[in-house]
């Protein structure tokens, strides 16, 4: 019974993630893609969590923690360039003309 209730969950988790990932591609504005994309990464660490579930095992738990890590990253990054546009400050003035 719970091994149908996760399979079940897989395929839903699945289709929700193929809808994210169509809004990523087809989003009208570039906040729209940041948030598909962190649904994405949402999805994938449900998606790792059933998945351990239904293997029972707790070897995909460094796995979940990596794409949570990497899905907050993406955010940050993405939602500083929308911000300031660009990802990373660099000083342009040089240390010499002190």
């Known amino acids: 019974m719970l091994d149908s209730i996760l399979v079940i969950t897989l395929v839903i988790l699945s289709m929700a993630t193929i809808g994210c990932f169509l809004r990523l591609v087809k989003g009208p504005s570039l906040p729209d893609r940041v948030i598909a ?6 999805h994938l660490i ?3 969590a059933v998945l351990s579930m239904w293997l029972r095992t707790d ?7 990596v ?20 990802v990373i ?6 240390h010499n003309d002190r």
């Open 37 to 42: 994309l962190d649904l994405i990464g949402i």
């Open 46 to 48: 449900a998606i790792v």
């Open 59 to 65: 070897a995909f738990l460094d796995i979940i923690l």
């Open 67 to 86: 794409i949570g890590i990497l899905a907050f990253m993406g955010t940050i990054g993405f939602a500083k360039f929308i911000e300031k546009g660009r």
């Open 89 to 94: 400050e660099r000083d342009t003035t040089s």
